[in-house]
């Protein structure tokens, strides 16, 4: 199944236009090179557009795999790394993973690298799960409509991992091995 609305053909007379809308989550990339590897996260981007996200009785709390989120939209988001990594002293294989994040204590996330891929984000198996890691919480300095992950380099074979979405941002410190 694609992520786009199906195309509209609208007929005017002899001319035959093509709508295409795109989609309500487009698709977005995270990419660095720390110490000569690639480190990227592949995610759909939803908005926030006025929803209530992470309130009691907010949007993510109605999936099904709730307190576990997908961490973006449509299919399962993806981290790929060139080298082993270390996350706050876990050793992270080099590889690709699905990327969650529990929010079952709000004040407290945790990113779960998950070792099955390709699967739609809803399709979550935590005996799949390589590792659960704290993550660091702040807020942006304002309201993030559309859910951004960068990865900042922070010197040498250091980079900081970071989602951003709604009032709220979450980030893991990552060193290259």
């Known amino acids: 199944m694609t992520s786009l609305l199906p195309a509209t053909l609208l007929f ?5 236009a093509f709508t295409a809308c795109t989609a309500q989550s487009p698709a977005a990339t995270a990419s660095e090179t720390i110490d000569g590897k690639t480190v990227s996260v592949k995610y759909a981007a939803p908005s926030v557009k006025g929803r209530d996200i ?12 709730y307190p576990v989120w997908r961490a973006g939209a ?15 002293g876990v050793t ?13 204590d ?38 993030v409509e559309t859910l951004k992950y960068t ?9 900081k991992l970071t989602l951003e979405w709604e009032n709220r941002s979450a980030s893991v410190p990552l060193t290259v091995k």
């Open 12 to 16: 005017t007379g002899s001319l035959v």
């Open 54 to 65: 992470f309130g009691q009785g907010g949007l993510l709390s109605k999936e099904r795999n």
């Open 74 to 88: 449509n299919t399962s988001t993806t981290l790929h790394t060139d080298a082993d990594l270390e996350i706050k």
């Open 92 to 104: 992270i294989p080099k590889g690709d993973y699905s990327m969650y994040v529990s929010l079952e």
């Open 106 to 143: 709000p004040a407290n996330w945790q990113l779960i690298l998950n070792k099955q891929t390709g699967q739609w984000g809803l399709t979550y198996n935590k005996d799949q799960d390589l590792a659960r890691i704290p993550m660091d919480m702040g807020k942006p300095a304002s309201m």
């Open 151 to 159: 990865i900042t380099p922070a010197g040498g074979n250091k980079a």
